[in-house]
């Protein structure tokens, strides 16, 4: 892997990172307000049976495959699905919860897991575990910087400005993946 995506991958997931620690406070506190026990219960329980499903559909070699064709599409789905269960969740929160369970356990476990297939077939041993390393250092510490800077923004930050920016971090997350997965596949 050359330096160039090694970079790519790590800064924009530590973008995403950053982008999501400093906007989750305020959309966390704006639904929890309004999202009954059951549907957020509901919402936990759809989104860890659907992913215990596709991960172990994507624990074969085979499977896994099939959907490296079709990543691109598994991107845009997740990046439009993001924007639009969002712009829903401004009316129903319940459409937030459920939509994103459904969402999250499937686009992003297939995205994930592909981005790791690729990156664990560019990168072995010491090298793998020095890019796991670093990635994971700068995702922490850009978690940290945003949820210190949350902090002082959590009663300024408007809640469609954060649901925003969580939209577009989310679909540049998306692009830059890509483009990984394109040079390293």
Not at 3 to 21: G, P, Q, R
Not at 28 to 37: A, G, M, Q
Not at 77 to 105: E, K
Request: proline residues 2%; aromatic residues 14%; glycine residues 4%.
């Amino acid at each position: 892997m050359n330096d160039k995506i090694k970079w790519l991958l790590i800064l924009s997931t530590s973008f995403f990172s950053f982008i999501m620690a400093l906007t989750s406070p305020t959309v966390h506190l704006y639904y929890i307000k309004i999202v009954t026990p059951q549907i957020y219960t509901a919402a936990q329980v759809i989104s860890t049976l659907s992913a215990a499903i596709i991960t172990m559909f994507l624990s074969k070699q085979a499977n896994r495959d099939k959907f490296k064709g079709f990543f691109a599409p598994i991107l845009i789905l997740d990046s439009i699905g993001f924007f639009v269960l969002s712009y829903l969740g401004t009316m129903d929160a319940n459409i937030r919860f459920i939509g994103f369970a459904i969402l999250f356990s499937t686009t992003l476990t297939v995205w994930s897991t592909i981005m790791m297939g690729v990156i664990n077939n560019t990168l072995s041993s010491d090298e793998l575990t020095d890019f796991q390393t670093l990635s994971r250092s700068f995702g922490l510490w850009a978690t940290v910087t945003g949820g210190v800077m949350a902090i002082f923004l959590i009663n300024i930050l408007p809640l469609n400005l954060a649901l925003f920016l969580q939209c577009a971090s989310n679909a540049i997350l998306a692009v830059c993946d890509y483009k990984g997965f394109k040079c390293l596949s």
